[in-house]
T-cell receptor, first 111, second 117 residues
Framework: TQLLEQSPQFLSIQEGENLTVYCNSSSVFSSLQWYRQEPGEGPVLLVTVVTGGEVKKLKRLTFQFGDARKDSSLHITAAQPGDTGLYLCAVEMDSSYKLIFGSGTRLLVRP | GAVVSQHPSWVICKSGTSVKIECRSLDFQATTMFWYRQFPKQSLMLMATSNEGSKATYEQGVEKDKFLINHASLTLSTLTVTSAHPEDSSFYIC?????????????FGPGTRLTVL
């Protein structure tokens, strides 16, 4: 079983629509990160959430960390084709600092 | 910002040969580097943690004799896929962690696509 389950696995929407991506776990984390990866490239960090209930905004992207620090969501408002990519949540494990990634959500925004 | 490079960006090799992939932190010293593997349409899977001057720590199920990792300096880690087979074809990504101000952050390389014929 995957430590971090993301849903949906794949999302195809029209430009201008809103969407929400979820990252769920049964474990509690001290922090959680969101990345976006484009084909043939490495992932790029979007945000790190640390406090339970925390909400962070990055332009049209809104990230929320669950109150119990077990889950997180990413909401995109008025999606654009440039938002297309693989969205990954990740958590840092113990003192080794290694990152464990979620299963990923592949987003396609059609013009 | 911090930059991590990988070389080569893509490589094609014959089955049974060995391939070396380099990961470099260009403008900072990386105390720890990580190697990930990503199969098509899947997420990143951690393979090993590489600490400068010591042996790498491999994740469960990753063969250390097949995936040799060397972290000889604070700016370079190498991953050698020995006796490569078609099932080793994948996208290999490294990340480097190093102190940056008061916050330690991981920076990812652009990846290396390995195709084994």
């Amino acid at each position: 079983t995957q430590l971090l389950e993301q849903s949906p696995q794949f999302l195809s929407i029209q430009e201008g629509e809103n969407l929400t991506v979820y990252c769920n776990s049964s474990s509690v984390f001290s922090s959680l990160q969101w990345y976006r990866q484009e084909p043939g490239e490495g992932p790029v960090l979007l945000v790190t959430v640390v406090t339970g209930g925390e909400v962070k905004k990055l332009k049209r992207l809104t990230f929320q960390f669950g109150d119990a620090r077990k889950d997180s969501s990413l909401h995109i408002t008025a999606a654009q084709p440039g938002d297309t990519g693989l969205y990954l949540c990740a958590v840092e494990m113990d003192s080794s600092y290694k990152l464990i990634f979620g299963s990923g959500t592949r987003l396609l925004v059609r013009p | 910002g911090a930059v991590v490079s990988q070389h080569p960006s893509w490589v094609i090799c014959k089955s049974g040969t060995s391939v070396k992939i380099e990961c470099r932190s260009l403008d900072f010293q990386a105390t720890t580097m990580f190697w990930y593997r990503q199969f098509p349409k899947q997420s990143l899977m951690l393979m090993a943690t590489s600490n400068e001057g010591s042996k790498a720590t491999y994740e469960q199920g990753v063969e250390k004799d097949k995936f040799l990792i060397n972290h000889a300096s604070l700016t370079l880690s190498t991953l050698t896929v020995t006796s490569a087979h078609p099932e080793d074809s994948s996208f290999y990504i490294c990340s480097a962690r190093g102190p940056r101000g008061n916050t330690d952050t991981q920076y990812f390389g652009p990846g290396t696509r390995l195709t084994v014929l």
